[in-house]
């Protein structure tokens, strides 16, 4: 059960190091932090709580009502 549960660990972090690699500001979030956001994917408001981590100075972004970005608000 355990060696099983290491494999699925290494797998997840393989995963998530490869988007960190095709998004270097990935590597400001935690792992738990870049899963919540990309198991959201259909939610792109769903990246609000970690902002500041990944881009200094932007406080918050602001999506039209068909969740498209329009501008973001600074610290």
């Not at 792109?44 to 039209?64: G, S, W, Y």
Request: charged share 30%.
């Amino acid at each position: 059960c355990n060696k099983l549960l290491d494999q699925v660990q290494k797998g997840l972090s393989a995963y998530l190091e490869t988007k960190r690699n095709v998004f270097p500001r990935f590597y400001f979030l935690s792992d738990d932090e870049l899963l919540e956001i990309l198991s959201q994917t259909k939610d792109p408001t769903a990246v609000q709580p970690h902002m500041r981590k990944c881009f200094d100075n932007i406080a918050k972004l602001v999506f039209e009502e068909d969740l498209r970005m329009s501008h973001f608000v600074s610290s």
